[in-house]
């Protein structure tokens, strides 16, 4: 069982920076697939980032060039680095870790950007 609190979430400006963390419970998190996705009100959830057990990383074209999703398996910790934050990156952010059938998502955490 993996549990994943996401933290850092907050209000800010056009232009500005966050950083998301995603802490997981339990052991083996450092060999899951884990992803960061978002939802914006009356939008579907859709995937923003992800990172691999051997650190390889995608991106959704909007995010591209702007946010850097990274992990620290030391730490059970999944970053999201978002810089150049637009009106639209606004949304709920969730953590979400796969590994075969196991499919674990965090409470998410609110980003709000706005002047």
């Known amino acids: 069982q993996v549990q994943l609190v996401e933290s850092g979430g907050g209000l800010v400006q056009p232009g500005g920076s966050l950083r998301l963390s995603c802490v997981a419970s339990?052991?083996?998190?450092?060999?899951?697939?884990v992803g960061w996705y978002r939802q914006a009100p009356g939008k579907q959830r859709e995937l923003v980032a992800a990172?691999?057990?051997?650190?390889?990383?995608d991106y959704a074209d909007s995010v591209k060039g702007r946010f850097t999703i990274s992990r620290d398996n030391a730490k059970n910790t999944v970053y999201l680095q978002m810089s150049g934050l637009k009106p639209e990156d606004t949304a709920v952010y969730y953590c979400n870790a796969k590994l075969a059938v196991h499919d674990y998502w965090g409470q998410g955490t609110q980003v709000t950007v706005s002047s």
């Open positions: 339990g052991t083996f998190f450092s060999i899951f697939l």
């Open positions: 990172i691999t057990r051997g650190g390889n990383t």
